[in-house]
Structures are given as structure tokens and as C-alpha cells.
């Protein structure tokens, strides 16, 4: 088992930065593919970014790519979304996810664990 924290959201006004922040414990963190993901109000879950378990790889949804940057530290059971030049769009619940296989995936189904989420609200 893994336990995912998410921690970091809130309330900013467009163009503003926040960075989010998962802490796991539980299995050997280092082995586990992660990701984020969001759901907007009244939309479906839908995936972020990803991280290979070496941090090697990265992979973005076109809509964040060049605002959020996904980085892990496995000394420290760490993985961090740092999100730049927001957008009222980005309002959502965040949750960030491991996945048993090395593997990166856009699709939820691909990841195992979940934490229960950290809500961030962009302001117009």
C-alpha cells in the first residue's frame, strides 16, 4: 500500500504561482511512476502531468505545458507540481496518484493510489 498527502492549494489570482506538494509512505516510493490530476467543478477527473520513478521522464497535457513543472525527491517521498502563470481554468480539485508499473499514463485507470485531493481556485 501507499499513502498519498497532498498539500499546497488555495486561492490566487490569475498569473500567480502555487506549488503543490505529495508526500507518500507506505511502499518503496521510488518504484512508483507519479502523476497529477485535476477535476474541475462539475467535469471529469483528467490527467496533469506525470513523472517516471527516476524522474527521467516527464510528460504534460497540452494545456499546462510551459506553466507547471512536475518533479519528485525520492530521498524525501516527494513529488511537487509547481504551477506558474495560472489561469481560472486551472480551478480544480488536485490529486496526485502512483502507479505499480514504470510506466507513464494519461489515463487514471493506469494508477493504483490516490490521495484525497487539495483544492486550488484561480481568481479572474
Known amino acids: 500500500q501507499v499513502q498519498l498527502v497532498e498539500s499546497g492549494g488555495g486561492l490566487v489570482q490569475a498569473g500567480g504561482s502555487l506549488r503543490l506538494s505529495c508526500v507518500a509512505s507506505?511502499?518503496?516510493?521510488?518504484?512508483?511512476?507519479m502523476g497529477w490530476f485535476r477535476q474541475p467543478p462539475g467535469k471529469e477527473r483528467e490527467f496533469v502531468a506525470a513523472i517516471s520513478w527516476n524522474a527521467g521522464n516527464t510528460y504534460y497535457t497540452d494545456s499546462v505545458r510551459g506553466r507547471f513543472t512536475i518533479s519528485r525527491d525520492n530521498a524525501k517521498n516527494t513529488v511537487n507540481l509547481q504551477m506558474n502563470s495560472l489561469k481560472p481554468e486551472d480551478t480544480a480539485i488536485y490529486y496526485c496518484a502512483a502507479a505499480s508499473g514504470v510506466g507513464l499514463s494519461r489515463t487514471p485507470g493506469w494508477y493504483d493510489y490516490w490521495g484525497q485531493g487539495t483544492q486550488v481556485t484561480v481568481s479572474s
Open positions: 507506505g511502499r518503496i516510493f521510488s518504484n512508483h511512476a
